[in-house]
């Protein structure tokens, strides 16, 4: 069949992911981050590319900040999330976190101090429990109960998963007697918790609500800042409504930063980030 033939084009990789040594997954702490993650004339393009995705992003954020990466489709936000990530290596330029140059170490090295939801977030057929706690690696016999159930409210959970036939015990699959499913709001925030429970320095959430109403978008920004103020977190999102509560905000064009402020100091300038929040709005603001 069709889905055979598509699936056996990614044999390949599932036979090198097991080929891997297993020191090649670093198990350490996270490394705090005290002063500043910078980017210094980063450049990035893909394979057989004709032109680079991004082109000299220069920026230094620091610990505490809640950044939003707002630009049109294709404009290199989901590709930046990537390298702060350290799923890509960039072409040319430098990464640092606090005095260390990442370009020296290899990239498993910076994972522990990373915590991220991408766009396609894992929907794993294990319990409520193990899908929140699954990322943080090496710590199976220390998850706390509480914190779960802690950090399954702050996300809007707690209620969804208590009804279930085992509580957080129920495992996330109807394929499983006694399992339950949950809607794609519901995953969503279920990735979300996940990246939160690693409790990492840095956090990236791209597109992390693009299931969730605007209300629950509002809440879970404002529920950024409070849960951990000094985490440095950038949030990728297209709802203009919720992203002007963020601290500041990056706006990419063609690969390139055009403009870097507040809501306020990005709305007087009258700039690309006035016009696509107007757009957005349906405003005229004068």
């Given at each position: 069949?069709?889905?055979?033939?598509?699936?056996?084009?990614?044999?390949?990789?599932?036979?090198?992911?097991?080929?891997?040594?297993?020191?090649?997954?670093?198990?350490s702490e996270p490394v705090p981050l005290h002063q500043a993650?910078?980017?210094?004339?980063?450049?990035?393009?893909?394979?057989?590319?004709?032109?680079?995705?991004l082109r000299g992003i220069t920026a230094?954020?620091?610990?505490?900040?809640?950044?939003?990466?707002?630009?049109?489709?294709?404009?290199?936000?989901?590709?930046?999330?990537?390298?702060?990530?350290?799923?890509?290596?960039?072409?040319?330029?430098?990464?640092?976190?606090d005095d260390r140059?990442?370009?020296?170490?290899?990239?498993?090295?910076?994972?522990?101090?990373?915590?991220?939801?991408?766009?396609?977030?894992?929907?794993?057929?294990?319990?409520a429990k193990e899908n929140i706690t699954i990322g943080a690696l090496g710590e199976a016999e220390s998850h706390d109960a509480g914190d779960v159930r802690d950090l399954a409210s702050k996300v809007g959970l707690h209620d969804v998963i208590e009804r279930m036939p085992f509580g957080y015990d129920t495992v996330l699959s109807r394929f499983f007697e006694g399992g339950s499913e949950l809607s794609i709001g519901?995953?969503?925030?279920?990735?979300?918790?996940?990246?939160l429970y690693r409790d990492s320095p840095v956090l990236l959430l791209d597109e992390p609500t693009a299931f969730l109403d605007a209300e629950a978008e509002a809440k879970l920004i404002d529920s950024l800042r409070l849960e951990r103020p000094d985490r440095l977190t950038f949030v990728v999102s297209h709802r203009f409504s919720s992203i002007r509560r963020t601290d500041r905000i990056i706006v990419l064009s063609d690969g390139v930063i055009a403009e870097d402020g507040s809501h306020e100091e990005l709305m007087a300038k009258r700039g690309r980030y006035f016009d696509l929040f107007n757009v957005q709005m349906g405003s005229s603001t004068p």
């Open positions: 069949s069709g889905s055979l033939r598509q699936a056996s084009l990614f044999l390949r990789d599932h036979t090198d992911l097991l080929a891997l040594p297993l020191e090649t997954l670093d198990h993650l910078a980017l210094e004339d980063i450049w990035f393009s893909y394979p057989a590319s004709e032109a680079p995705v230094s954020f620091r610990p505490g900040e809640l950044v939003a990466v707002v630009g049109m489709n294709g404009a290199g936000k989901t590709t930046l999330m990537h390298l702060i990530a350290g799923l890509y290596e960039p072409d040319a330029g430098t990464m640092r976190w140059d990442l370009g020296l170490e290899p990239l498993s090295a910076r994972w522990p101090s990373i915590s991220a939801t991408f766009q396609e977030f894992g929907h794993y057929e294990l319990s519901q995953w969503q925030r279920v990735a979300i918790a996940r990246a």
